[in-house]
């Protein structure tokens, strides 16, 4: 059963840093892309960073210059390193990642979330 657990949510002043982390479980890690979206009450989910297997970044328009994605294969951990928060970077925060059963079925996998509050 695939498994993802974020962590390092919580309130955080205008122009602070948070670290958040996704430690995946039932999957062969290091083989997949993972990701970081974001929702706001009343709004649509939407993407903030991705990482390739090979380590390859891509980021929001809003977040570039500030944001950071990064993996730790040894440990099945994908970081969002966040920088100059704005209040409008308040959302629960979820990981997601992809990936084929032994039937080679394809199914995608959301972590439960975690709450980033950016006020002062």
């Known amino acids: 059963q695939v498994q993802l657990v974020e962590s390092g949510g919580g309130l955080v002043q205008p122009g602070g840093s948070l670290r958040l982390s996704c430690t995946a479980s039932g999957i062969i890690f290091s083989n997949r892309p993972m990701g970081w979206h974001r929702q706001a009450p009343g709004k649509e989910r939407e993407l903030v960073a991705t990482?390739?297997?090979?380590?390859?970044?891509d980021y929001a328009d809003s977040v570039k210059g500030r944001f950071t994605i990064s993996r730790d294969n040894a440990k099945s951990t994908v970081y969002l390193q966040m920088n100059s928060l704005k209040p409008e970077d308040t959302a629960a925060y979820y990981c997601?990642?992809?990936?084929?059963?032994?039937?080679?079925?394809?199914?995608?996998?959301w972590g439960q979330g975690t709450q980033v509050t950016v006020s002062s």
């Open positions: 990482i390739s297997s090979a380590g390859s970044t």
């Open positions: 997601k990642t992809s990936y084929r059963d032994t039937r080679g079925y394809f199914y995608v996998a």
